[in-house]
């Protein structure tokens, strides 16, 4: 067993010590390890930006091309990973990313989660996906109608849910509040400000919670952005880059 990967007295994993030792062991050495046995050429973060639009744009105008889904695509990628973007995204049905962005296996990294919110296990994903597989671009997608968003505007207009008592939504809620609160008083659709003001903030977090993401930011080798998908006509929009803090990484 890795040092630092302790089990609580139930048996489970700490958060702590997967963290700082068991995850940290199990994803730094095989990627490693295969680094060198599948290299595809780098995109820049412009470039990978360019990549997922014109995909987006296919699937909208219903011409999906559904790229990299062969076998010999498969096969290729069995010793490693190279993922040109990473997506989170909300966990809704109607929102994968890889269709929305017509990208096939070994694409797209992509993690999702109601609301599109930014936890330590979520950033530490992103980080993962970004050092250790070279991913040049982080989108945090948020979407039209989105339920999570929903249910907190709700919550805070005293209209909660009896159904979510006892359960951990509320921890969702939590992270989601604030960009709720941020809308101004007079907005007329407080739901779709809230959506796109909570996917910003996520992409803000990312930079802010993490030097090394934040370090390749100034550097220009890794860009964040926030964008808002239509359920409607299925376009992206709303796509912002994520304010890159100054000073020292």
Sequence with gaps: MPQGFHLTRGGDPSRRGLLAGGVGWLLSGPATASASTHEEPALSPADALKRLVRGNARVAHGRSIHPDSAVARRKSLTSSQHPFATVLACADSRVPPELIFDQGLGDLFVIRV?????????????????????????????????????????ALAGKG??????????????????????????????????????????????????????????????????????????????????PVPAGQA
């Design 114 to 154: 109601a609301g599109n919110v930014v936890d330590d296990p979520i950033l530490a994903s992103v980080e993962y996906s970004v050092i250790h597989l070279g991913s040049p671009l982080v989108m945090v997608l948020g979407h039209e109608r989105c339920g999570a968003v929903t249910a907190t505007l709700e």
């Design 161 to 242: 849910s009896p159904h979510d008592e006892g359960t951990k939504i509320g921890a969702l809620a939590d992270l989601i509040a604030p960009a709720v609160r941020a809308v101004p008083s007079d907005t007329t659709d407080k739901l779709d400000a809230a959506i796109i003001l909570n996917a910003e903030r996520s992409a803000a977090a990312i930079l802010t919670g993490s030097p090394p993401l934040r370090a390749r930011a100034q550097s220009g080798s890794l860009r964040v952005v926030s964008a808002r998908y239509d359920l409607d006509d299925g376009t992206i929009s709303h796509l912002r880059n994520a």
